[in-house]
């Protein structure tokens, strides 16, 4: 069954733990779903969609356990709050948290310390996509995550599609798994990501390596997030 995780980014106040309790009572039996809400809301959705089979992730991390790094939330305080997943390196962290392939290394060994499951992401710009450079982008992004890719999972989602409406073709988005799959082999999970949507995740889910999908805006609302998981 596909995994399907949903992002909410730098959305969502209590009134959404609603919408996460939706999410619970249209789960299927053998859905595999994982909402990542703002970090705000991640204790009080742990605890709401405890039992339910519906899981919790982070959306960040800092690398080290605790300290004097203020406003800041390690790996081991989302475990802590629920999570038992967490993204690393979203392109929104790589460009506005500076987010760089060292410190990315730092986060995923945090991730991994303190018990949760990694969700890497890679992706290229439009500019390199148009280059022709989109695999070779991605599979230097996906040297930090090598040494442990029976541990992670990796989504691809290309800058250029997320949040645009715009997706690749199914040859790019296939051509792309294949290449991350011949790196990283049968263990690690590869999801897609950028304007997954009811309308188009049968096609996007069903292509070879595309193990699951990472939604952003149409995770907000139960029902598209649901319609994308029973597309699969
Ligand atoms: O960035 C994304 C998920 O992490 C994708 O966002 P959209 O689904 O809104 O394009």
Known sequence: MALIIG?????????GLDEAGKVA???REGDR????PPSTLLMAMAEALDGTGVEVGAQDCHMSASGAHTGRVSAEMLKDAGATYCIIGHSECRDECG?????????????????LKPVFCV??????????????????????????????????????????????SADDIAAMHEAMHAVLGDGTELLYGGSVKPANAAEILSLPHVDGALVGGASLKAEDFLGIAHAS
Not at 7 to 15: A, D, E, P
Not at 105 to 113: H, I, N, Q, Y
């Open 123 to 168: 992706g290229e710009s439009l500019e390199t996509r148009e280059a022709g450079g989109a695999i070779d982008h991605v599979k230097r992004q996906l040297e930090v995550v090598e040494g442990e890719a029976g541990r992670a999972i990796v989504a691809y989602e290309p800058i250029w599609a997320i949040g645009t409406g715009k997706t690749p």
């Open 7 to 15: 992002n909410w980014k730098m959305n969502g106040l209590r009134s």
């Open 25 to 27: 009572e249209g789960k």
């Open 99 to 115: 987010d760089t392939d060292g410190l990315l290394g730092e986060k995923l060994a945090a991730v991994l310390r303190a018990g």
């Open 33 to 36: 779903l994982v909402i990542c």
